[in-house]
């Protein structure tokens, strides 16, 4: 992609992997992480990184494992809500605000703007937490934006995060060729399920969702 002016001027990336390096340290020796597949993330140019939402855990710890193995920063979304007492340090770490429950142009374009920089951007197509162990249905709009990103898409899936000082896993799967998709969005979460459920519950109906049965 065409190099543009820096999406983030207030980025910090001294700051960033000072931040990323104590939660990697933390998921380390606290929540034993387990990872898989991290070579599938490229080491260089626009990536965006589907995964599944489980926990308020999700994005600093996504994004401290591809810093430590990949050594690239990840750009994530968050509440706006967040802004009005952290608006001060989460620019800082790579963090853009987003409104929930609407379709947010301004969080759409500004993804846009640092994959067409080449940067790495990680991106939650359920929009909500799900608290029920199970993957929940992409929201509208998530296939629009996957679908412009232009970039490598890839799945990635995080199993444990809800729970304090157990083990996290995290599988990061190859990435996905949907220039051909007419569900990106379905399609993206289809792979994130491979990853996230055991083999044997493959298959069975439950707890896959209608939308999200195994080929």
């Given at each position: 992609m065409a190099k543009t002016s820096d999406p983030m001027p207030r980025f910090r990336p001294a700051l960033y992997h000072?931040?990323?390096?104590i939660v990697h340290a933390g998921l380390t020796i606290l929540w034993r992480v387990r990872i898989e597949g991290l070579d599938n993330v490229p080491a260089e140019g626009a990536v965006l990184l589907c995964i599944n939402h489980i926990s308020s855990m999700d994005p600093p710890a996504v994004g401290a494992v591809v810093r430590a193995d990949v050594r690239r920063a990840t750009h994530?979304?968050?509440?706006?809500?967040?802004?009005?007492?952290?608006?001060?340090?989460?620019?800082?770490?790579?963090?853009?605000?987003?409104?929930?429950?609407?379709?947010?142009?301004?969080a759409v374009r500004q993804t846009l703007r640092l994959l067409r920089a080449g940067r790495v951007v990680g991106l939650f197509p359920e929009g909500h937490r799900q608290r029920h162990g199970r993957l929940g249905e992409?929201?509208?709009?998530?296939?629009?934006?996957?679908?412009?990103?232009?970039?490598?898409?890839?799945?990635?899936?995080?199993?444990?995060?809800?729970?304090?000082?157990?083990?996290?896993?995290?599988?990061?799967?190859?990435?996905?060729?949907l220039s051909q998709s007419s569900d990106p969005a379905g399609d993206v979460m289809r792979a994130i399920g491979r990853l996230y459920y055991r083999p044997e519950q493959l298959g069975q109906g439950l707890p896959w969702a209608p939308w999200a049965e195994p080929d």
């Amino acid at each position: 992609m065409a190099k543009t002016s820096d999406p983030m001027p207030r980025f910090r990336p001294a700051l960033y992997h000072l931040f990323a390096s104590i939660v990697h340290a933390g998921l380390t020796i606290l929540w034993r992480v387990r990872i898989e597949g991290l070579d599938n993330v490229p080491a260089e140019g626009a990536v965006l990184l589907c995964i599944n939402h489980i926990s308020s855990m999700d994005p600093p710890a996504v994004g401290a494992v591809v810093r430590a193995d990949v050594r690239r920063a990840t750009h994530f979304m968050a509440k706006q809500e967040l802004f009005s007492y952290l608006g001060w340090l989460l620019p800082m770490i790579g963090a853009f605000p987003v409104k929930r429950d609407i379709r947010d142009a301004s969080a759409v374009r500004q993804t846009l703007r640092l994959l067409r920089a080449g940067r790495v951007v990680g991106l939650f197509p359920e929009g909500h937490r799900q608290r029920h162990g199970r993957l929940g249905e992409p929201r509208a709009g998530s296939g629009s934006l996957i679908s412009h990103a232009g970039c490598a898409v890839v799945p990635v899936a995080v199993r444990g995060s809800w729970r304090l000082f157990g083990r996290i896993e995290m599988r990061f799967g190859k990435p996905l060729d949907l220039s051909q998709s007419s569900d990106p969005a379905g399609d993206v979460m289809r792979a994130i399920g491979r990853l996230y459920y055991r083999p044997e519950q493959l298959g069975q109906g439950l707890p896959w969702a209608p939308w999200a049965e195994p080929d």
